[in-house]
């Protein structure tokens, strides 16, 4: 069983910045891709953002685009995920979840290991 732990979360005002962090003890995610997606309440989960095994590739959702950054430190075993210019629109649980060394894609689908999410909050 692989445990992702998320962390990084909490209420920012408008235009703030947080930075989102995903780790684990149980793989190297240096050979995962790992995508970031995000649920309100009442709505879809959604995709975020991701970061490929293969090259590091990254994607992002379009919304997300020029704000969230997405990267790794494989001596950290962490990813990270730097949103800026936050909205209120971004206020939602943040999870990020790992495949086994695929492109990436912000479909939710065919990622098998999921953390429990971070909760953010963009409040004034």
């Known amino acids: 069983q692989v445990q992702l732990v998320e962390s990084g979360g909490g209420l920012v005002q408008p235009g703030g910045s947080l930075r989102l962090s995903c780790t684990t003890s149980?793989?190297?995610?240096?050979?995962?891709?790992i995508g970031w997606f995000r649920q309100a309440p009442g709505k879809e989960r959604e995709g975020v953002s991701c970061?490929?095994?293969?090259?590091?590739?990254?994607i992002y959702a379009d919304s997300m685009k020029g704000r969230f950054a997405i990267s790794r430190d494989d001596a950290k075993n962490t990813i990270y995920l730097q949103m800026n210019n936050l909205r209120p629109e971004d206020t939602a649980v943040y999870y990020c979840a790992a495949v086994y060394f695929r492109q990436c894609v912000l479909s939710p689908s065919p990622y098998g290991y999921w953390g429990q999410g971070t909760q953010v909050t963009v409040a004034s």
């Open positions: 970061i490929a095994s293969t090259d590091s590739s990254t």
């Open positions: 149980d793989i190297s995610l240096n050979y995962w891709t």
